[in-house]
Each structure stands twice: as C-alpha cells, then as structure tokens.
C-alpha cells in the first residue's frame, strides 16, 4: 500500500480491514462446508466479535484466557 502512494498509518489500517475480512469470509466458507448457512452466517458474526474483544484486551493489558473464555461463551 506505500508503494501505491498510501501513508503508513492508512496502510496499516487498509492491511488490516483486508486481513479481518479475508479471514470473516473464511470462517463463513469453512462452517457452509460443514453446517447450515445461517450456523455459518452466526460463526463469521461469532468470529468478528471475537477478533473486536481481542483487540480491546490486547490494548487493556487484560488477561488473555479469561477474555477469550467469556467472548467464546457470549458467542455459544
């Protein structure tokens, strides 16, 4: 993204908008491959909310078991 003429900080954000959705679509594909559409539609939903909590304790200084514990239980 630099070399297209971006600034680092919008490179950085754009890298990870592209990383974020490439791997939303993947948990969706992955469980339309094994569930039902609208189980695959709540596992991406499931997925990104997950990746959102993460990044919060990830700058919280929180711990990392007990908050990926309570976001996976919210999720079931």
């Known amino acids: 993204m630099e070399k297209l003429g ?5 490179a950085a954000l754009a890298a990870k908008a ?4 490439a791997a939303v679509a993947g948990v969706i594909a992955l469980a ?3 569930v ?4 695959a539609d709540f596992a991406g939903l499931a997925f990104l909310l997950h990746i959102a ?3 919060y304790v990830e700058r919280a200084g929180l711990e990392v078991p007990f908050a990926a514990t309570a976001a ?4 079931a």
């Open 6 to 10: 971006a600034p680092t900080a919008t």
């Open 18 to 21: 592209l990383w974020t959705v």
């Open 32 to 34: 339309r491959l094994f």
């Open 36 to 39: 039902s559409k609208a189980a």
């Open 53 to 55: 909590v993460m990044r």
């Open 72 to 75: 996976w239980t919210l999720a």
